[in-house]
């Protein structure tokens, strides 16, 4: 269930590192597509999400909103900087306070089989391009089911992609 999931900043962070790495930078559309992907495949081959945070239907296919606003400040441009180091803001409940710790990051939080898994369909999507991405997700039944601003659930996806 949900304690396995992974925070989807960091499902982000590991999109946007590793592009860097492979001379592929990503746009923050671009970002938003890989995302459902990365969650779309996760749920067909793993029977579980990998994130728990919702994907919306927006106009240009599907958003985690949360990850869209952190980087929408890129625009339509790639998002050059790897993201190494991180502020983390949480609520410690031994405290009762909100708590903001630096951290530095570590790709070793992924399992090494989903961290394979991602990495392969960064590599398969290296060379589509944002809108082409874009297309794709307009094809499928999640999207065209779903209306502006709806949550593109993860039941949609389950049944779509087993």
Request: aromatic share 14%; hydrophobic share 35%.
């Amino acid at each position: 269930g949900g304690e396995d999931m992974y925070d989807v900043m960091d499902v982000a962070r590991l999109i946007i590192n590793y592009s860097i790495k492979i001379r592929r930078p990503v746009s923050n559309l671009k970002l938003q597509k890989l995302l459902y992907f990365v969650q779309a495949t996760f749920i067909g081959q793993y029977g579980e999400a990998c994130f728990e945070e919702p994907i919306v239907h927006w106009r240009h296919g599907p958003v985690v909103e949360s990850v869209y606003r952190k980087y929408k400040a890129y625009g339509a441009e790639n998002i050059t900087e790897a993201e190494l180091e991180y502020f983390s803001f949480y609520f410690d409940s031994q405290k009762m306070s909100f708590v903001t710790e630096k951290k530095i990051y570590d790709e070793k939080i992924f399992k090494y089989s989903h961290l394979l898994t991602i990495r392969n369909i960064i590599e398969q999507y290296k060379d589509v391009s944002p809108w082409e991405m874009v297309e794709l997700t307009h094809n499928e039944a999640p999207w065209k089911n779903t209306d502006r601003n709806e949550e593109i659930t993860v039941e949609m996806i389950k049944q779509h992609y087993s």
